[in-house]
């Protein structure tokens, strides 16, 4: 049983929309950090948003700020990623993950890191026209 699983990816044209969704089982968001993360062709995997436990801190790579936003439904246990004004240079597998720590400003100092202890398999987004 996957404890993370993404959904939502595909093909989208520049400039366009898509929402990844995180969905997470047996692990509880109350108690987990959830970051986002994302491999582009020919790049090493890189950290692009991260919310902590309580869902009150978030933080952000510099290369989505103010174009991406993370968000959860505890009901639902998902987190999401709102994306918009996409570029091709965002064309990647993007992957959720997860971590037990209890420092409140992990998201802050380790969020956008590979800190994390449980991954996704990864949701392929295509930016092009």
């Known amino acids: 049983q996957s404890l993370l699983v993404e959904s939502g990816g595909g093909l989208v044209q520049p400039g366009g929309s898509l929402t990844l969704s995180c969905t997470v089982s047996?692990?509880?968001?109350?108690?987990?950090?959830i970051g986002w993360f994302r491999r582009s062709p020919g790049k090493e995997r890189e950290g692009i948003s991260c919310?902590?436990?309580?869902?009150?801190?978030?933080n952000y790579a510099d290369s989505v700020k103010g174009r991406f936003t993370i968000s959860r439904d505890h009901a639902k246990k998902t987190v999401y990623l709102q994306m918009s004004s996409l570029k091709p240079e965002d064309t990647a597998i993007y992957y959720c993950a997860a971590v037990w720590n209890p420092r409140s400003y992990f998201c802050q100092e380790d969020g956008l890191k590979e800190r994390y202890h449980y991954w996704g398999q990864g949701t392929q987004v295509t930016v092009s026209l």
């Open positions: 047996v692990l509880d968001l109350r108690e987990h950090h």
């Open positions: 919310m902590d436990y309580t869902g009150l801190s978030t």
